[in-house]
Structure formats: structure tokens, C-alpha cells
């Protein structure tokens, strides 16, 4: 089950907080976390949308013993998915360190993962292995500094399928050549209240990249929290899509804080009524929803960047939009919960967590 002598235990890491959380970084008023993905398949095996019960089985301990001959860091951990339950899965989705379709899928799987959650490494997920590397801020240039180490110390322990014409190869097309997924997620609440979100984003399509939610790939915009990242990778090194990237989240930025300016301009007492309200349902709310949340802790969020709340510190409103997840409300609780009651238990716990913040403060 783990790297280490005794077993993880997914309620333990339900305590701690995964460093791309901390808050900091440049540019981390707008851009939450940054992360790297690369695709990677073993070369004697199929596809895993072709292989047998036996094939993913002798992968996923191929890959696992591997990883742990690779030396990667010295705390990392590994859970085998195919034994822990939904919920714990859940978890792992929500934290960051799985996909929804790893979480979901079918026979012998797992997942390696250092103790701060930077590095975490996907076996049987769509392909044989999904390297990530998350990072707090803009930090595209150290994720990938991080994951190209990562990737070289693998490749010396496996024969990795790849073609000198096309590159690394994998199971979806689009992901066929570096095998690399860049992205930002970002925090632009301004640009949706005053409706220039549509032209940004469609801008930023018609160069190649793609806008998702906070999920990536078929999940919806919440909390005004959004993924942008490569949607091609054949035909461009890493280098280049970095640099894509790069290019044009400065200017997505740049937007984000011009609306800000604009809101406060034209209309000051509006927006602090706005955040001051949202602030407050958060203090006193006895139920509160998922979706209720998101757009509260969205509001709260640019308001605390803004000057307008000094009470609480960046890194623990970047927790509550995770903490308050339903797969984390119930680790917390160490039960499963009805949606009514994950309501309840989610407005005691941001009630709490506030509180804690605002004496720290005081």
C-alpha cells in the first residue's frame, strides 16, 4: 500500500494542506497554482483501453516498483486505488493528486505522492503513467525544472514507448509528442462581473489553448476558478508550450486587475457591500452549498486582494475552496454524509475556520 513502513492513512493528510495552497508566489493574487503534466507509456505493453486484467495488473506493479527504484523523494507514499473506497478517492480528486477519470476507473491503479504534494505520479490512469508537478503562484519555468528531473530519473528505470518521429507516444492523439499538459488556474472574478470574460477567453482559444474548471478537462466554471492550458503538444517542444503560456497569462492578469480598478472606480461602495455581504453569510450561514460557497469565497477572495478585508490571510481561503469539498467535509467528519448534511457541517466549519482566523489576526 505504501512506499513507507506503515500504511497512508487518507484521513491524515485530511490535517494538512498540499503546498500549491500556501497562497504565495508571483502573481498568486490571481493565479492559484501552476502544474505540469507529462503522458508516459511503457513500450512492451498496450494502451490501456486495450489491455487485459492481467496487463494492468503486471503494469501497475512494474510501475509502482519502479517509481520506488527511482528514488524520486525520500517521503514519497503510494496508495493502490482498487483498495480504498469512493470517498477516499473523492479526496484525492478534490486535493489534486488524481484525476476524476483515475478515481473512476477500473482494476489494479494507484498513485505516488510526496508529502508537500508537489510531485504526484498516476499509474493506470489513461496512460501507463501521469507525471504532475503543482505549484503555488506562477511558476510554470520551476514545474517544469522539477518534472523534467522527475521524468529523467523514470526513464533510466523504464523503456518508455516512443517514436523518433512523433515523439512519446499515448493514448489520446492530442497528447502525442512532448506528452506535456501545461496550466494555470486562475481567480478572475472581475473580468465575469463586468462581462469581459467571453472576449479574453476567446482570445486565448484562437491561440491553441483551451479554458477549463477548476477540474480540467468536462467540469464547470465554479468560483470564478479557471484552468488554461495547452490542448496540443505534437509538433511543439516543452520549451515552446511554456512559452505559449506564458505569453499570455501576464495579459489575462493584467485584465483581471484593470477590472478590479474599474469596479472600485465607478463603484466603490457596491463592491465592498458585495464582498462584505459575502464575507458575512460566510461568518453566520447555519447551511451553505457547494456552488454557494465557491461564489462566496470567490467574492472574499478578490475583496482580501483588494485591501477591503484584512482578517483573513490568503492561504486559508485557498484552503476553504478545497477543505469545503465534499469529499474532504466527509474525511473530516470520518463518515459519509447526505448532501443536507454536508451543508450544515460545511457553514460549521467555515464558521470555525473564521473565527480561528480572525483571533489570530486580533
Known amino acids: 500500500m505504501s512506499f513507507q513502513a506503515t500504511p497512508v492513512k487518507i484521513s491524515d493528510l485530511a490535517d494538512n494542506t498540499g503546498e500549491w495552497l500556501r497562497g504565495t508566489g508571483p502573481e498568486s493574487d490571481i493565479v492559484i497554482s501552476s502544474r505540469i503534466?507529462?503522458?508516459?507509456?511503457?513500450?512492451?505493453?498496450?494502451?490501456?483501453?486495450?489491455a487485459n486484467v492481467k496487463q494492468k495488473k503486471e503494469l501497475e506493479e512494474v510501475v509502482r516498483d519502479k517509481i520506488r527504484e527511482a528514488e524520486i523523494t525520500s517521503d514519497l507514499r503510494y496508495i493502490n486505488l482498487a483498495e480504498i473506497n469512493p470517498v477516499d478517492r473523492l479526496f484525492l480528486?478534490?486535493?489534486?493528486?488524481?484525476?476524476?477519470?483515475?478515481?473512476?476507473?477500473?482494476?489494479?491503479r494507484g498513485v505516488a505522492f510526496g508529502r508537500s504534494e508537489t510531485i504526484s505520479l498516476m499509474v493506470n490512469e489513461e496512460d501507463h503513467l501521469r507525471i504532475q508537478v503543482i505549484r503555488s503562484g506562477?511558476?510554470?519555468r520551476e514545474?517544469?525544472?522539477?518534472?523534467?528531473?522527475?521524468?529523467?530519473?523514470?526513464?533510466?528505470?523504464?523503456?518508455?514507448?516512443?517514436?523518433?518521429?512523433?515523439?512519446?507516444?499515448?493514448?489520446?492523439?492530442?497528447?502525442v509528442g512532448t506528452g506535456m499538459r501545461a496550466s494555470v488556474m486562475l481567480h478572475l472574478p472581475?473580468?465575469?462581473?463586468?462581462?469581459?470574460?467571453?472576449?479574453?477567453?476567446?482570445?486565448?482559444?484562437?491561440?491553441?489553448?483551451?479554458?477549463?474548471?477548476?477540474?480540467?478537462?468536462?467540469?464547470?466554471v465554479s468560483g470564478d476558478l479557471y484552468q488554461i492550458s495547452n490542448q496540443f503538444t505534437l509538433g511543439k517542444s516543452e520549451k515552446e508550450?511554456?512559452?505559449i503560456i506564458e505569453s499570455v497569462i501576464p495579459r489575462i492578469t493584467s485584465y483581471e486587475r484593470m477590472a478590479r480598478k474599474a469596479l472600485i472606480s465607478e463603484n466603490k461602495e457596491q463592491l465592498e457591500?458585495?464582498?462584505?455581504?459575502?464575507?458575512?453569510?460566510?461568518k453566520v450561514a447555519r447551511m451553505i452549498s457547494s456552488e454557494e460557497i465557491m461564489h462566496l469565497l470567490s467574492q472574499v477572495r478578490m475583496g482580501v486582494?483588494?485591501?477591503?478585508?484584512?482578517?483573513?490571510?490568503?492561504?486559508?481561503?485557498?484552503?476553504?475552496?478545497?477543505?469545503?469539498?465534499?469529499?474532504?467535509?466527509?474525511?473530516l467528519e470520518g463518515r459519509e454524509l447526505t448532501s443536507l448534511q454536508r451543508n450544515i457541517i460545511r457553514a460549521a466549519y467555515v464558521r470555525k475556520r473564521l473565527e480561528k482566523a480572525e483571533s489570530l489576526k486580533g
Open 273 to 282: 457591500d458585495r464582498v462584505w455581504r459575502s464575507y458575512g453569510m460566510l
Open 143 to 175: 514545474a517544469w525544472k522539477t518534472i523534467d528531473e522527475v521524468d529523467n530519473k523514470l526513464e533510466k528505470k523504464l523503456n518508455y514507448a516512443y517514436s523518433s518521429r512523433f515523439g512519446y507516444l499515448t493514448a489520446c492523439p492530442t497528447n
Open 241 to 243: 508550450i511554456i512559452e
Open 37 to 50: 503534466r507529462l503522458a508516459r507509456n511503457v513500450a512492451r505493453f498496450p494502451f490501456l483501453s486495450r
Open 138 to 140: 506562477f511558476e510554470l
Open 305 to 331: 486582494n483588494l485591501g477591503i478585508i484584512n482578517d483573513i490571510e490568503m492561504k486559508t481561503l485557498n484552503e476553504l475552496f478545497i477543505f469545503t469539498l465534499p469529499g474532504h467535509l466527509q474525511k
Open 93 to 108: 480528486v478534490e486535493r489534486h493528486l488524481i484525476s476524476r477519470e483515475h478515481a473512476g476507473g477500473e482494476g489494479e
Open 190 to 220: 472581475a473580468l465575469g462581473m463586468t462581462h469581459h470574460i467571453e472576449k479574453v477567453f476567446n482570445a486565448v482559444m484562437k491561440l491553441g489553448l483551451v479554458v477549463r474548471g477548476l477540474y480540467g478537462e468536462g467540469t464547470q
